[in-house]
């Protein structure tokens, strides 16, 4: 196993297309990253171009510190599962799993036992003689990892491998990917657009949108310290609450400042706000957990109308009118909180987020971590 | 509660019968000639069962059978039959797997050029083959040989139409993660294409045996113009009309011994065309 590094990784297509723009992302040994993002922003792209799959237009691609830009796929010591599994048909599991190394020319006695051992690994014992019509979709995609794992490959790529199984499979499966990423301790590289299997799978997420880096960080980072206002719209569910507005300066504070609303900011803001934030135009985030809603009016809070009430069972939900936006508050489950009354929301004051409200490019802030 | 026998299901059920019936009808008739005596063939058949001969004997295929001859012919058919079907594969489905997947320039000409081979009637490009046939360096190549590349000519638009199509069904993730694993792309389109492209390709190999099979005209000129010592069936069968007109009995027969062959070929390779040899590799 071994890390790999993107530098300035660009893909430009000859009718002048980006798909990636710059790209620059440090993945270090037995790290599982995942590249997320909504479709079209790259993520599957930057993957085939570490493949070999599509040529890297500009960029250096490093694969365990050796330059892999023009080396051909086998040689980079890589293994991919594709969104489709791509099982060949007429041959049986064993086979497709052994497929690589007879490739490679590996002895026939090593090559049994390293199938053996996959089999082993990933729960397919006595499957080995069928052929892929006679299994599950569940059996299938784990005969796909199989036959990536057992080329011991210093960097496995899987290309959304659950997406096409039913959700309930999905998390079982998620789960099965994270305890052969401890066992194994591999070099991952997971694309998906499901924001929750990054979550959940990843040490480090890289968020991109039209081919740029949106932000780069551990779960908890991104979700807690989002750098613009897409990564902290796209990561989480519900999705935060945005309010789109002006800065002001009242009595020596900062005032967040809209048609509807009028919030004082809290002081602790204060050395954030100077450093990051450099125009009027601002947007204001809460996320729906971080939002007490209460019928008593509150000094420096939000006005809305509840509309509605959704029950999930670990939470309750209230749709909350404010101006014409609609926001998501989290509430306790069972609360049933009353329909078509004014309410008062109280975010969390160490859990506001604001952003510059960059419409034309919608943020290029970009963070490392 | 739902009637087992709605008159919607025996209206299906009479078309299904009646379309079998139809299908099958001739082949009767041309049995029943072919076993006919000559009473029956000129009268029409028995009463009060009009549909069956009088006498019926098989005399009509002991002639032909016993006939050294038939056999001869048959048997070079079939050769030819196969040869054309390795030859136009062979260089059939390489080429349709080019044009399936790559994409260059004048890829529409290419495609255009072979289908326009077609274009021309048999009769109006016969002279000119058969004449290349003749020339130095082809006239002594095999007679089978020379046949079959005929045969190809008018097979291999065929080949490469029905092959595309079948290439371009299969998914090209199967190429990309052999090619990810270290498979060159030879290997890849015979180790992993080409085994799940055979349903449709056998689909190909069974039309042009059959084109082969029948191919009168060309076979004739090309064998016409050669020195030739066995002739292709349909040739010969021709050459056994003569100028009378022949009896209704002999064409029966005829032309199901004709057919016998690829009726069983056709039963043989059937299995091969198992629809949904691609389901289970991908999702």
């Avoid at chain 1, 493949?51 to 237009?57: P, R, Y």
């Avoid at chain 1, 199938?115 to 003689?129: F, M, P, V």
């Avoid at chain 1, 194994?184 to 499901?194: E, F, R």
């Avoid at chain 1, 014409?324 to 160490?350: C, I, Q, W």
Wanted: with cysteine.
């Amino acid at each position: 196993m071994a890390g790999l590094r993107l530098e300035h990784i660009q893909k430009k297509y000859p009718n002048g297309f980006e798909a990636v723009k710059d790209l620059s992302i440090d993945i270090k040994d037995g790290e599982f990253v995942s590249l997320v993002g909504p479709s079209g922003c790259g993520k599957s792209t930057t993957l085939r171009m570490i493949a070999g799959l599509e040529d890297i237009s500009g960029g250096k691609l490093l694969i365990g510190d050796k330059l892999a830009n023009n080396v051909a796929s086998k040689d980079r010591g890589i293994a991919m599962v594709f969104q489709s599994y791509a099982l060949f048909p007429h041959m049986s599991v064993a086979a497709n799993i052994g497929f690589g190394l007879k490739i490679n020319k590996v002895d026939k006695k090593i090559r049994n036992d390293k199938i053996e051992w996959a089999l082993d690994l990933l729960d397919l014992n006595g499957l080995g003689d069928r052929k892929p019509s006679e299994l599950s979709g569940g059996q299938r995609q784990r005969v796909a990892l199989g036959r990536a794992l057992v080329l011991d490959p210093e960097v496995l790529l899987l290309d959304e491998p659950l997406s096409n199984l039913d959700a309930k499979l999905r998390v079982k499966m998620r789960t099965e990917l994270k305890r052969i990423h401890k066992q194994l301790k591999s070099t991952i590289i997971y694309v998906t657009h499901d924001q929750a299997e990054a979550m959940t799978l990843s040490d480090r997420i890289a968020i991109m949108k039209n081919g740029d880096l949106m932000q780069i960080g551990s779960p908890t980072e991104i979700y807690t310290r989002p750098a613009n206002r897409f990564v902290a719209g796209f990561i989480g569910s519900p999705p935060m609450n945005f309010l789109e507005g002006e800065l002001a300066h009242e009595n020596g504070n900062n005032v967040f400042i809209n048609k509807d609303v009028k919030y004082v900011l809290p002081a602790s803001m204060k050395s954030y706000i100077e450093t990051n934030i450099s125009q009027k135009e601002v947007v204001l985030g809460m996320r729906p957990e971080d939002l007490a809603i209460s019928l008593t009016p509150a000094t420096n809070g939000i006005e809305g109308v509840s509309i509605i009430t959704e029950t999930l069972g670990s939470d309750d939900f209230v749709a909350v009118e404010v101006g014409k936006k609609l926001f998501s508050v989290r509430t306790e489950p069972g609360s049933n909180f009353p329909t078509d009354k004014k309410v008062y929301l109280t975010p969390a004051e160490d859990k506001l987020h604001l952003f510059n409200n960059d419409n034309a490019t919608d943020d290029a802030k970009v963070r490392f971590a | 509660m739902k009637k087992k026998w709605s008159i919607e299901k025996i209206f299906w059920l009479f078309l299904m019968v009646f379309s079998i019936l139809i299908v099958l009808f001739p082949i009767y008739i041309m049995f029943k000639y072919s076993i006919s005596d000559r009473a029956s063939w000129i009268t029409g058949g028995k009463y009060p069962i009009p549909w069956w001969p009088f006498d019926p004997n098989f005399e009509m295929y002991n002639y032909y059978l016993s006939d050294g001859r038939f056999w001869s012919s048959a048997w070079f058919s079939v050769k030819i039959a196969f040869l054309t079907i390795i030859i136009s594969m062979g260089l059939g489905a390489p080429a349709a797997y080019a044009l399936a997947r790559f994409k260059f320039w004048g890829i529409g000409i290419v495609l255009f050029l072979i289908l326009s081979v077609r274009m021309f009637p048999d009769v109006s490009s016969v002279l000119p083959v058969a004449q290349f046939f003749n020339l130095d360096f082809v006239y002594h190549l095999p007679i089978t040989l020379k046949v079959a590349m005929g045969h190809t000519l008018l097979g291999l638009p065929y080949i490469i139409l029905i092959a595309i199509g079948v290439f371009q069904t299969i998914p090209i993730d199967l190429e990309e993660q052999a090619q990810v694993m270290g498979a060159t792309k030879f290997y890849a389109f015979t180790r992993i294409i080409l085994p799940v492209a055979l349903p449709g390709l056998a689909a190909g190999a069974i039309y042009v045996f059959l084109l082969s099979w029948n191919e009168f005209v060309f076979s004739y000129f090309i064998t016409a113009t050669s020195i030739a010592d066995v002739i292709p069936l349909p040739v010969y069968l021709k050459t056994l009309l003569g100028a009378f007109s022949p009896n209704p009995v002999s064409i029966a027969t005829l032309s199901l011994l004709v057919s016998m062959p690829v009726i069983i070929f056709t039963f043989i390779v059937q299995k091969y065309m198992i629809a949904g040899a691609t389901a289970g590799a991908v999702k």
